[in-house]
């Protein structure tokens, strides 16, 4: 697995260093820079990743007592938008039946229940 891990960063490396080439020669262009710092991240998480796996593998009860020692997250307030009301004028809410959807909904139902394959 460490073969892996150092072929996908090598790689990742060369990758850097031919956007580097790339953006130093004359049809180079700004877009080759930013692959050229882009691609040395990627060896970073590559390793880092790794790293966390085999930490995560070795003592998997120590991440779960770390989760539970963090306790739930909750969503502070204001971050998400409000549900939306049946009084609210830009949400449209349907109180009466539809016919054509659970004739539908039957249709559907009986498709079920015959247990045809139609793929």
């Known amino acids: 697995m460490i073969a892996l891990v150092v072929v996908a960063a090598g790689a990742c490396l060369a990758l850097a260093w031919?956007?580097?080439?790339?953006?130093?020669?004359?049809?180079?262009?700004?877009?080759?820079?930013?692959?050229?710092?882009?691609?040395?991240?990627?060896?970073?998480?590559?390793?880092?990743?790794?790293?966390r796996f085999v930490v995560m593998e070795s003592d998997p009860d120590a991440v779960h007592t770390a989760a539970?020692?963090?306790?739930?997250?909750?969503?502070?307030?204001?971050v998400l938008p409000a549900r939306p009301t049946a009084g609210d004028p830009h949400i449209a809410v349907f109180d009466e039946p539809d016919d054509g959807l659970a004739d539908y909904n039957r249709y559907l139902s009986e498709l079920n229940d015959r247990g045809d394959d139609v793929r």
């Open 18 to 51: 031919w956007q580097w080439g790339r953006f130093e020669s004359s049809s180079g262009s700004f877009q080759n820079l930013g692959y050229a710092l882009q691609w040395p991240a990627f060896a970073i998480a590559v390793v880092y990743a790794y790293r």
């Open 68 to 78: 539970e020692r963090r306790g739930p997250t909750e969503i502070p307030d204001g």
